[in-house]
């Protein structure tokens, strides 16, 4: 008898796993590869993994917005999407997750490298001046290099930090 009063209580473990692990994908590891097949934006691709396309947000930076609903084209966001293109359209890539997977929006949140010469496309888009520095807990890796490489660029009037006056 005590057993049937379990099951109902297994069967919602065995639901909320599937969840956790139905979360995890693509890969299970800290790393997996793809193709980007398009370019959302200077922060934002698609890549196909494992068989399906998924939203990925670049970790710690932050672009110009380019194609946010209601609201205008931001100054230099069309010089990052084209930098973002230029640097990913096609390309095979590796993404690095930090400690947290997925955005309230479901996005991948990961680090981007280039196969083949191992570009770290965040790092680059930081220190050419087409994005600026977004640190947000708990995926902070590389959120002291990355505010040195805006400081950097800034100093230097790369991109966005010549081109763009800041109200404030």
């Known amino acids: 008898m005590r057993l049937t009063r379990l099951l109902p209580y297994a069967a919602l473990l065995a639901a909320a796993a599937v969840l956790v692990l139905a979360n995890e994908r693509p890969g299970s590891g800290r790393s997996t590869s793809g193709l980007v097949t398009r370019v959302v934006d200077g922060d934002t ?8 396309a998924e939203k990925v947000r670049l970790i710690g930076i932050d672009t110009p917005e ?3 609903p209601g609201t205008p084209v931001e100054c230099f966001a069309r010089a990052a999407s084209a930098e973002s293109r230029r640097l990913l359209a096609r390309r095979r890539v590796t993404l690095r997750f930090d400690a947290e997977r997925r955005d309230r929006y479901r996005r991948l949140l990961a680090y981007v490298y280039r196969d083949g010469d191992g570009l770290f496309v965040n790092a680059a888009l930081l220190g050419g001046g087409f994005a600026r520095p977004l640190p947000i ?6 959120a002291e290099e990355f505010a040195r490489l805006a400081r950097r660029a800034s100093r230097r009037g790369r991109g966005l930090w010549r081109a763009c006056r800041r109200p404030g």
């Open 66 to 68: 380019s194609v946010e």
């Open 45 to 52: 691709v698609q890549v196909r993994l494992e068989g399906h």
């Open 137 to 142: 807990s708990p995926n902070l890796a590389h």
